[in-house]
């Protein structure tokens, strides 16, 4: 392979299939941001590719169900050249069950990979064959429950709540980042591992973040906020003792951008 021994990282999949999918997923995970949609098929049209030698896979696991409740926020449609759509149903809608939701265009199940199944009288096109009967029901319990009119109010509080925690965050002069029809606010790393395991914080490097989703209220937010600074204060205090009373906030521009670092350097600059 012409790869050093330590340069590489393998296992054995069950087939040739789980190997493509995996390759997918780790290309995937390696370049991904939000992508504007609109931007990615202007690209590809200005560099000469027809829609018929693309395929674009719009993976909406959280936002997907979100961003249609939203005012302004970008659609994603069919009506655009995409191949397929996918959701999840454990995450935003909170089916007790991992599962997911893919919708693809009929053409492209016209393949090989249907194959008619003689004791069930139907076609398969799936990848994993049999699947629980009972997520279905989730699904459409998780839908019909609310509504339309209460997924969008979830959907907006979720947003608003997010916004609420960055701008405390921003005020209390914590690097924060939240993004665009987000519910995902960045900021960075509690240096108390133990007080970012009691919170569920998802921390990585020298940045943290948390998902706002609906059972997240103002006064968690604020409580979070709150012990934050305090615990800030005393880290700050522990290491540097009576003579640097004033904290510092640490840079983190390469984790979330200049923008949004409130270190001395780049909270000037704002």
Known sequence: MQIQQNNYWGYVTTGGTECNLHAILVGYNNER??????????????????????????????????????????????KKPIGSVSVSGHKFLGCPIPCGIVITRREYINTLLCEDIEYIGSRDATITGSRSGHAPIFLWHAITARGSLGLQKEAESCIMNARYLYNRLRKARIGVMLNEFSNIVVFEKPLDDEFSRRWSLACKGNIAHVVVMQHVTIEMLDSFVAEFIQKRSFWWFKDHGYGSSTFQPPCIAEDVGAANCCCSMHGLLQ
Not at 53 to 58: L, Q, V
């Open 33 to 78: 941001t939000v992508d504007n949609i609109d931007l990615v098929i202007q690209t590809l049209e200005k560099s000469g590719f027809s829609h018929d030698r693309f395929y674009i896979h719009c993976d909406g696991a959280l936002f997907g169900i979100m961003l249609p409740f939203l005012k302004q926020a970008p659609k994603i449609s069919f």
